[in-house]
């Protein structure tokens, strides 16, 4: 159990340490229950028009502090403030278009039984939802979970990542108009997590992160038997086909695979390109990689930042490094531009093989393995061919091409032409290892919603099915 000590917050681009936080404790956790839980029955009370009020007021005061909140996600985190200001409007919109949603999804009325009778499908709350997220996209994969939950009527108890827990627990502070207590936020690593997953005030657990992780949790939820929301790693693939223009595929996929350092769960990792134009997207690739920055992330001609944190790299290192062992050959890349901080060089690697780590395993890092192709058969396949189905991109003109893509690869998200590119208003998650459940869309409330079938008959009559059978 978590004593009360304090996380430590480092700046990635220098690798020191610049504010600490204390670290929730059981007994702080067991107040934040019960404020939840009070704060719930209070919400319950308000209408949905008036709460959408309220999550138009929370995306301005969110709008209102985007540079500040960028500006810590940057020093926290390590993703350039560019990309971290896009991410505070992303989050401001989530609330807005939960506050709007959430109101035209209160049930639906199923035919009846009988024509006298009326039937209703009631969706109501689930209670207190634990949101657990991790440190790529702080702020955007916290409203993922706490604007559905609390647009569906729960309380919610935020626990960010231990790496990035400032602009987070400041989000929780400028948002304004809601019940005391029915968004909190608690702090620390694991053993913070797994305390709250385990509390039994919590009732639900919407959590982002490893499919390590996501195990342990799932273990948690299924042995109390409520519910999980798990949004897990990746290893996406990425396809050229031969029919595009090589010059916009190669920068779609230097950036797609590159942003924020490759950190992205839905960041392509394995490259199938195919063979009349794998030495021309290869040449396209290299020179695009050749003229990006890499630096401190506050500045704004910087396209790339430091990675997380020194473990995270040597991870990379350590997948680049085997792939290299085993004949695998670095195009460009492939080490570290400067001594301070966690800064990885952009990589492309050509000669890799499906059993290295850095085609099969999650990387997390600005690798880009290449891998020539004969056709789409054999893209396909190779894409189908790992335990995970986060995303899937491809680029092609061929409208056979796309359907057999949209249709064969089993993958959450297929994005044609335009890598990356999510939409509040459509469900994101991942198919096999890559997770259970949905986010965004209608699927991402409906994850915080209870169903409640009421059966109404107005006259009040003996049926003829009751006891005695006999008669
Ligand atoms: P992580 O699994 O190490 O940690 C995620 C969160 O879980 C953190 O807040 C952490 O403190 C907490 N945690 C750790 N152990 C716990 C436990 N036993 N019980 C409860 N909580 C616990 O992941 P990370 O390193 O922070 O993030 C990177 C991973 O997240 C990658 O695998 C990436 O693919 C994945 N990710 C997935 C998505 C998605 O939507 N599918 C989005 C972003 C990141």
């Known amino acids: 159990m978590p004593e009360s000590t304090k996380i430590k917050v480092v700046n990635p681009a220098t690798g020191e340490t610049f504010e600490e936080v204390p670290t929730t404790t059981r007994k702080e956790l067991d107040a934040a229950t019960k404020r939840a839980r009070s704060a719930f029955g209070e919400w319950r009370g308000v209408s949905g028009l008036e709460r959408a009020e309220i999550f138009h007021g929370i995306s301005r005061t969110l709008l209102e502090h985007a540079d500040e909140l960028a500006e810590t996600m940057t ?13 505070v409007d992303w989050t401001a919109a989530c609330f807005d278009y939960y506050g709007e949603v959430a109101r035209d999804s209160v049930g639906y009325l199923p035919a009846p039984i009988e024509a006298e009778q009326l039937a209703l499908v009631i969706k109501e709350p689930v209670g207190t939802v634990a949101c657990i997220v ?7 994969l916290a409203a993922w979970k706490v604007a559905p939950a609390l647009a ?4 919610v108890i935020l626990k960010p990542s231990e790496e990035t827990p400032l602009a987070t627990r400041r989000m929780a502070e400028i948002i304004e108009g809601l019940p005391d207590g029915l968004l909190q936020t608690i702090h620390g690593a694991g053993d913070v997590g797994d305390m709250l997953v385990r509390h039994p005030e919590v009732d639900m657990v919407a959590f982002t992160g490893s499919q390590e992780t996501g ?21 996406d693939p990425f396809i050229i086909c031969d029919d595009v223009d090589i010059e916009v595929a190669a920068q779609g996929a230097v950036w797609a695979a590159c942003l924020n350092a490759g950190q992205v769960c839905t960041s392509p990792e394995r ?5 009349g134009v794998a030495g021309e997207f290869l040449e396209a690739a290299r020179s695009h990689v050749e003229s990006l920055n890499i630096g401190d992330p506050m500045e704004k001609a910087t396209d790339i930042g430091p990675m997380i944190n020194a473990a995270g790299r040597a991870k990379v290192e350590s997948h680049v ?14 080490g570290r531009p400067y001594e301070r901080g966690f800064f990885y060089e952009p990589t492309i690697l050509t000669g890799v093989e499906p059993s290295m780590a ?7 890092g600005p690798v880009i393995p290449v891998v020539e192709v004969g056709g789409l058969d054999e893209a396909i396949a190779h894409a189908n061919s790992v335990p995970f189905g986060l995303g899937a991109n491809i680029y092609t003109r061929d409208f056979g091409n796309m359907l057999r893509c949209m249709r064969e690869i089993r993958a959450g998200t297929v994005w044609i032409n335009d890598p990356l590119t999510d939409n509040d208003a459509a469900p994101f998650g991942g198919q096999k290892g890559s997770g259970i459940g949905r986010e965004l869309g209608r699927e991402g409330l409906e994850a915080f919603q209870e169903s409640k079938h009421v059966h109404i008959d107005p006259r009040v009559e003996k049926k003829e099915w009751w006891y005695p059978y006999g008669e």
């Open 321 to 334: 490094g085997e792939a290299e062992a085993n004949g695998a050959k670095v195009v460009v890349g492939g």
């Open 215 to 235: 195990r342990k949790v799932g273990m948690v939820t299924a042995e109390r038997l409520i519910r999980a929301n798990l949004e897990l790693g990746g290893k």
């Open 152 to 155: 569906a009527g729960n309380a």
């Open 358 to 364: 850095v085609m099969s395993e999650e990387t997390f």
């Open 134 to 140: 991790p440190w790529n996209y702080p702020l955007l």
């Open 271 to 275: 490259f199938y390109v195919m063979k």
């Open 75 to 87: 020093k926290e985190g390590g993703k350039p403030f560019i990309e971290n200001r896009d991410e």
